[in-house]
């Protein structure tokens, strides 16, 4: 008996053990997600000072090439990494951290930035908030629309097609992200947009980088 009882104490304490470590990653409170996001945040301090600044030009050379990438699939689903331009030179940086969640739901957090803004996204299955340089912007909803957080009117859309991804703000189209990822890693520095209209303002800069680094992130570690 005492073979057998000491197996099953054995079993008693590595359950124990990975349900401590599991702990962190059940789907948080608010104080948690604050936390978490500061973890983010502090995971991109030694990447930041690398980053070139985003100029218009730039939005036309930004590639689905990335530098330093990592996913871990542990307990906690992790991953980050930077996004560079065709020419290899780092743009967006990025942290994600994915909670655990009833099945086939999404509860995660997404924190990401460039040489002068940053972007926080609380990730759930039918909503997205987005937050932009410590201000609340808005919510995606599950049709892609991004509605703004101070008058609930709609400023923004990704719309998935068969070739790509449009994107909305206002009225109009300003950008396409391309939906196909490269075949083999020689094809890594295509560019992630088919097209980036030339006339944005720079509060339209600011939500067409949230929203496609959203849906690049998103892609890449699916």
Known sequence: ??????????????????????????????????KDLKKLKNDMDTWIDDLVPITKDDLELFSLNQLKQTVKKNVAYTAKGIYTTIFNEPIVAYSYKKYAARKNRLDALLYARTANHEYAYRIKDDSIQIVIDNRLIGSVNDRGELVSASNRKKIAQLSVASDNTPIHIGDREVANVVNQLPASKKDLNQRAFEFVTNDLNKEEENLLLSLATLELVQRSIE
């Open 1 to 34: 008996m005492l073979p057998i009882m000491a197996g099953f104490l054995g079993l008693i304490v590595v359950g124990i053990y990975f349900m401590s470590k599991g702990v962190g990653n059940v789907s948080p409170n608010k104080k948690q997600v604050q």
